[in-house]
């Protein structure tokens, strides 16, 4: 049976009395910042405070989610049912400038994440911490689900020297955190000192993922259309950091890994340790009509969702990336910077948060398997159990 659950969003409107909000909105949000019945959270938010959303602010992708990724950015532009500006928060800036926060005495937040480090937008909500606390603007974080669920992490925690704009803290690749949650682990452990206050959700508890509620996926971005996306999402992504495509280009992206020099054959033969309960791994060509390999056609595997429960997309792919370094060494590459505005190190060291992936696979060093996946649940838990909200 899906579940009910009720946003910050919606516990906001259906109770603007219990949650009063300054004179002078801000609002960071975009396209999938909606209700159950898939009203925009702007349009909800000035029609229950009349005349006090003053600014709306988007995040990467823009605010209709029309942009790629990897430094292409949106441009401000206007919000015309509301005749409101829309500042890119991915544009010639990633952080508020203070003439965009110029009058705003309060700061709303309503972003649906995805549970991955990597996903800018809790990094750019960290930036929105950073200057409202510059400018004494109390923030307002309106909660939604982890699609994720809150009690599975995966992969290792980001070692400090590789941070950047796919990680500006210390979590996890898959961390289990709310973006609220999330939110008050960085004004605390980074002492940004905002003036935040976290409007939790009610009806939401840490085992649900999204297929468990009754409510349908909206694509927070172009690239993860679906919640199985999603899921796999955190394993996938370290493609980004080679030059095998993740499907980006096709109708499934994050959901197929290939290259036009694999063979799916050789590729599944000696991948016999994947859990085959959760994904089903089936041979599979494609042929992406953007990005890597443009309109050459891949070969390799399609990453198809078993169990959402059991899924672990990050062992998954770490494996199918050391077999193929392993059986195609004179084609697999990793590819060199600038990903994501880091100039020097590469991208799939900032992506894994740290180097040790990288050079596994550049020894082909089977033998690190276990400590490559390997995560620190306890200790994890341990620190964040402080923040939780659920």
């Known amino acids: 049976m899906l579940r009910s659950i009720q ?3 919606e516990r906001l409107c259906s109770s603007p009395t219990e949650f009063p909000i300054g004179e002078r909105c801000g609002l960071l949000m975009n396209q999938a910042s909606v209700d159950a ?3 925009y959270a702007c349009d909800l938010i000035s029609a229950c405070f009349p005349n006090r959303l003053s600014a709306i602010f988007s995040p990467q992708h823009g605010l209709w989610g029309e942009q790629q990724a990897n430094m292409i950015e949106s441009p401000h532009d206007r919000y015309a049912r509301l005749d409101l500006p829309v500042f890119s928060l991915y544009s010639e800036t990633r952080r508020p400038k203070p003439e965009m926060l110029a009058n705003l005495d309060c700061f709303l937040i309503d972003l649906q994440d995805v549970g991955t480090r990597v996903y800018t937008f809790c990094w750019t909500v960290m930036h929105c911490l950073e200057a409202c606390a510059e400018h004494d603007i109390p923030v307002i974080v309106l909660d939604r689900p ?6 599975v992490i995966e992969g290792p925690i980001l070692e400090a020297d590789y941070q950047s704009f796919v990680g500006r803290a210390c979590v996890p690749m898959r961390h289990g955190l709310t973006m609220g949650e999330l939110a008050v682990l960085v004004n605390r452990e980074f ?3 905002a003036n935040l206050n976290v409007i939790s959700m009610q009806g939401w508890d840490r085992s649900l993922l999204w297929c468990d509620l009754d409510r349908p996926w909206l694509a927070p971005s172009p690239n993860l259309p679906r919640f199985e996306s999603v899921l796999l999402y955190p394993g996938q992504v370290l493609l980004e ?5 993740e499907g980006r280009g096709t109708t499934l992206p994050f959901e197929f890994l290939g290259a036009p020099f694999l063979s799916s054959q050789t590729l599944l033969q000696v991948n016999q340790q994947l859990a085959p309960e959760s994904v089903k791994l089936m041979p599979t060509r494609f042929l992406p009509t953007f990005d890597k390999w ?3 056609r891949c070969e390799g595997v399609a990453l198809r969702v078993l169990n959402p ?3 672990r997309s990050f062992e998954t792919t770490v494996r199918l990336l050391m077999a193929i370094a392993e059986g195609w060494p004179d084609d697999f590459q990793l590819l060199p910077p600038p990903y994501e505005y880091e100039t020097e190190k590469m991208p799939i060291d900032i992506l894994y948060g740290k180097s040790d992936l990288r050079r596994a696979l550049l020894q082909r060093d089977h033998s690190s398997l276990s400590a490559l996946c390997d995560t620190t649940p306890n200790a994890w838990w341990q620190r964040v159990k402080d ?3 659920y």
């Open 294 to 296: 443009q309109h050459e």
């Open 241 to 245: 950091g080679t030059n095998l495509s």
């Open 37 to 39: 019945e898939l009203n």
């Open 146 to 151: 982890n699609p994720l669920g809150g009690e």
């Open 191 to 193: 002492s940004i000192g």
């Open 387 to 389: 923040y939780l909200l």
């Open 7 to 9: 946003t910050g969003l």
């Open 309 to 311: 429960t059991k899924v």
